[in-house]
């Protein structure tokens, strides 16, 4: 083990400048083709960085200068859709929900309308196209009958975005959906009335690839049905897949009560909970939701914070102990008063910093975007290219408007789109429910990199809270005596020592004899007359009298561990010591070797003495000590170790950690900790366990994992499928399969995120 102290330094003041934000809900959009060019007409106005997330419909825009959010909602309607400022109202604020998954709900419904009419319609039309056997004399009349809603009513969506986008001078997925549908149909439609395919007892087979032949005599209203039916399903598919998606952060916003039972005029009057105001005292009955965030002044329970915390046991609680909005009464009548409400409680400012993570983009999706901005103008080239060509080797119409139909149909770049907002989505959803908050999407790809943890000792690795660690008493005296006596005069004391031993009588039933004139020996401990002898707490040096040898043993080892003695004196004669010491959490040791396991090197980093330090990283398996040191040594020893080439993750939880969690590569805040703490951290872990820790970084790694390989599917697949369409190897129908396959199987593999399981112990 190596252990290093350093002294005390001064850092610089850091200035930021505050920008006004807003959120928007967007609407019309269709592909990722869409959140690009929204992104790119805000951000081109002055002074805004705007964010669009395909996935959530929204957008986060921050503006400054004489801009209102009217002129973003018009900036965004000059592009082609429409948008709606979204209510900061904190969950439980009213009872009529959230309308933006309403919308999306009953925009869900009408499509599973349409893509139920075109599946009845278009099955028929496919079957007689692919069964030679079925097609009776005149089939083709009964294809176009059966078609031709399906075209035009089914694939309306599909037409009415192109033909918004033509208007507004750009192209999206929908553009090449209606001109690859349009030119199949437009193409039959002339075959039947002005070419041969009209013909009675005309039939021809299905193939899976074109085939050679002359266009007069070829139907494609299979291939038109088919795409537009196939596109209508995956389209249903990935919606119905984004709301489930979104699940964990509605679930987050339904968390908090609606009502709340308020104490008036010495009656019990039950309001709607947006009526209550810090100060005020509210009755939380068994099995009921905490309204607010507060502190308890009357009564006793458990309370259920897994909503919260992730944590299952519910927590026990009484006067003073602090409570958050949004958890449950186990059981006992609670009188609480508010200590936050509206958008400054804990469970608000949670959903806001789940939403802000979800609207954010990795690292690895600004390719993406980059590629799909001009994806669709080089596709629509390429398709022109590849009609060209085959016309001129000799390859026949039927073929070159087949392969370029089916490029147009293939290369939708929805996959594309969804790979990274889908899998944040559902894994910052799936951090929620276990009290992990991610700030951004850009953490993810620190946590990959990082092979360097430093935990902060106190209220991290150990609880903060001291407790009895043991008691020695000198020859002739009786232990349990020791503790009575320290007990009856800490009684009165309100210093940690004090309530740590009273405690530590408590449970073990010590009986404590009643004290009389306790006395504050500033600097030195207390005194009290106890059974009329005067008994006095004290530290070591300040004891009235010399030390047996046996109390002197006690004194020293306790020293060297880093712990705090205080002696027990009777009648100006020490009798006893007792051992106080900040406690190390029951899991702190299973996740630091879980931390291990995963790569991470872990380093011991705290303010406290170095022997305490040492003692504390013994019992948890820590073999690299920083001890005594200072704010400012936490951030040098942070950019030393990153000097050296370490990616560093650092834990803390106080205000003297705050600066060093702001400049590691990663930072991660115990919520139990400051507000100035949790501000400076990348992560937030809400429960405090160091457990939270491991999960954190393991569903981090494994929703980038997730990214990663949504973005492997929609590239391979594009550039597989573009060139094979291109080859003339595809129908245009298998096309539309393959495509509509794409964007489902990207959402799919997000949603296996919900199944991420904690790994605490």
């Known amino acids: 083990m190596t252990s290093t102290a350093a002294g005390p330094q001064t850092g610089p003041a850091e200035t930021t400048e505050a920008l006004r934000d807003v959120d928007l809900e967007l609407i019309g959009m269709t592909c990722a083709s869409c959140a690009n060019r929204i992104e790119r007409k805000l951000n081109k106005l002055d002074g805004v960085t705007a964010t669009v997330n395909y996935a959530t419909e929204q957008a986060h825009v921050e503006y400054g200068g004489d801009l209102a959010p009217t002129d973003l909602i018009e900036t965004v309607r000059s592009a082609g859709y429409d948008a709606a400022e979204i209510s900061r109202e904190p969950a439980g604020a009213h009872d009529d929900g959230d309308l933006g998954p309403s919308r999306a709900e009953t925009e869900l419904a009408a499509l599973r309308q349409r893509l139920i009419v075109s599946a009845i319609l278009s099955v028929p039309v496919i079957a007689m196209a692919m069964i030679p056997a079925w097609q009776f004399t005149n089939w083709q009349w009964l294809s176009l009958t059966l078609a031709a809603p399906v075209i035009v009513w089914g694939a309306l969506p599909f037409h009415r975005a192109a033909w918004a986008g033509l208007r507004h001078g750009t192209t999206t997925m929908d553009t090449l959906v209606s001109v690859g549908t349009s030119a199949a149909f437009g193409w039959s439609i002339y075959a039947l009335f002005w070419g041969t395919a009209g013909t009675p007892g005309l039939t021809h087979g299905f193939t899976f690839i074109a085939t050679r032949g002359e266009g007069s005599s070829h139907i494609y209203l299979e291939a038109a049905a088919g795409v537009t039916t196939f596109l209508l399903a995956g389209r249903y598919f990935e919606k119905r897949a984004k709301l489930r998606a979104g699940d964990a952060l509605a679930a987050l916003a339904e968390v908090g009560a609606k009502e709340v039972t308020v104490i008036r005029d010495g009656r019990e009057v039950t309001v709607p909970v947006a009526e209550l105001s810090v100060g005020r005292r509210f009755v939380v009955r068994p099995g009921e939701k905490i309204a607010t965030d507060g502190v308890i002044r009357d009564g006793a329970s458990a309370v259920d914070q897994s909503m919260i915390t992730g944590e299952s046991v519910p927590v026990e609680v009484g006067p003073d102990s602090r409570v958050v909005g949004g958890t449950v009464n186990a059981h006992g009548r609670l009188i609480v008063e508010a200590t936050a409400v509206g958008s400054d409680t804990a469970l608000a400012q949670m959903s806001k910093m789940v939403a802000d993570a979800q609207a954010g983009k990795a690292p690895v999706q600004r390719l993406a975007d980059r590629i799909s901005s001009v994806f669709v103008p080089v596709v629509i080239a390429i398709a022109a290219g590849v009609l060209g060509f085959w016309l001129g080797v000799g390859g026949g119409t039927v073929l070159a408007f087949t392969a370029a139909v089916s490029v147009l149909v293939i290369a939708c770049p929805c996959a594309l789109g969804l790979a990274t907002p889908t899998a944040l989505m559902v894994g910052t959803g799936r951090g929620?429910?276990?009290?992990?908050?991610?700030?951004?999407?850009?953490?993810?790809?620190?946590?990959?990199?990082?092979?360097?943890?430093?935990?902060?000792?106190?209220?991290?690795?150990?609880?903060?809270?001291?407790?009895?660690?043991?008691?020695?008493?000198?020859?002739?005296?009786?232990?349990?005596?020791?503790?009575?006596?320290?007990a009856a005069v800490e009684a009165g004391s309100e210093h940690p020592?004090?309530?740590?031993?009273?405690?530590?009588?408590?449970?073990?039933?010590?009986?404590?004899?009643?004290?009389?004139?306790?006395?504050?020996?500033?600097?030195?401990?207390?005194?009290?007359?106890?059974?009329?002898?005067?008994?006095?707490?004290?530290?070591?040096?300040?004891?009235?009298?010399?030390?047996?040898?046996?109390?002197?043993?006690?004194?020293?080892?306790?020293?060297?561990?880093?712990?705090?003695?205080?002696?027990?004196?009777?009648?100006?004669?020490?009798?006893?010591?007792?051992?106080?010491?900040?406690?190390?959490?029951?899991?702190?040791?299973?996740?630091?070797?879980?931390?291990?396991?995963?790569?991470?090197?872990?380093?011991?980093?705290?303010?406290?003495?170095?022997?305490?330090?040492?003692?504390?990283?013994?019992?948890?398996?820590?073999?690299?000590?920083?001890?005594?040191?200072?704010?400012?040594?936490?951030?040098?020893?942070?950019?030393?170790?990153?000097?050296?080439?370490?990616?560093?993750?650092?834990?803390?939880?106080?205000?003297?950690?705050?600066?060093?969690?702001?400049?590691?590569?990663?930072g991660l805040a115990m919520g139990t900790g400051t507000d100035v703490a949790i501000e400076a951290g990348d992560l937030t872990l809400v429960s405090g366990d160091l457990w939270a820790v491991v999960d954190a970084i393991a569903l981090s790694r494994k929703t980038l994992s997730t990214i990663k390989s949504n973005l492997f599917w929609a590239f391979a697949y594009n550039v597989a499928a573009i060139p094979l369409a291109a080859s003339a190897l595809l129908n245009p129908m298998m096309a539309g399969l393959a495509m509509a396959f794409s964007s489902v199987f990207v959402v799919a593999n997000s949603l296996r995120l919900k199944g991420f399981r904690t790994r605490r112990t």
């Open 432 to 486: 929620a429910q276990l009290g992990i908050l991610i700030k951004g999407p850009e953490v993810l790809e620190s946590t990959r990199r990082v092979d360097t943890i430093v935990l902060d000792k106190t209220g991290t690795v150990t609880t903060g809270d001291m407790a009895v660690d043991g008691v020695a008493a000198a020859t002739a005296v009786d232990v349990d005596e020791v503790l009575a006596l320290a």
């Open 497 to 666: 020592i004090g309530r740590a031993i009273v405690a530590h009588a408590d449970a073990r039933e010590t009986a404590v004899p009643a004290a009389l004139d306790f006395e504050n020996l500033a600097g030195s401990g207390v005194k009290a007359l106890v059974d009329g002898v005067d008994v006095r707490v004290t530290s070591p040096r300040h004891a009235p009298g010399a030390l047996p040898g046996e109390l002197r043993s006690a004194v020293d080892s306790a020293t060297g561990q880093g712990a705090t003695p205080v002696v027990v004196s009777r009648d100006g004669a020490p009798v006893g010591v007792v051992v106080v010491a900040d406690t190390v959490k029951p899991s702190s040791a299973d996740a630091v070797a879980a931390l291990r396991a995963m790569g991470l090197r872990p380093v011991l980093l705290t303010g406290d003495n170095a022997g305490a330090a040492r003692h504390v990283a013994e019992q948890v398996g820590i073999d690299e000590v920083i001890a005594e040191v200072s704010p400012q040594d936490k951030v040098d020893t942070v950019a030393r170790l990153q000097s050296e080439g370490a990616v560093v993750a650092m834990v803390g939880d106080g205000v003297n950690d705050a600066a060093a969690l702001a400049a590691a590569d990663l």
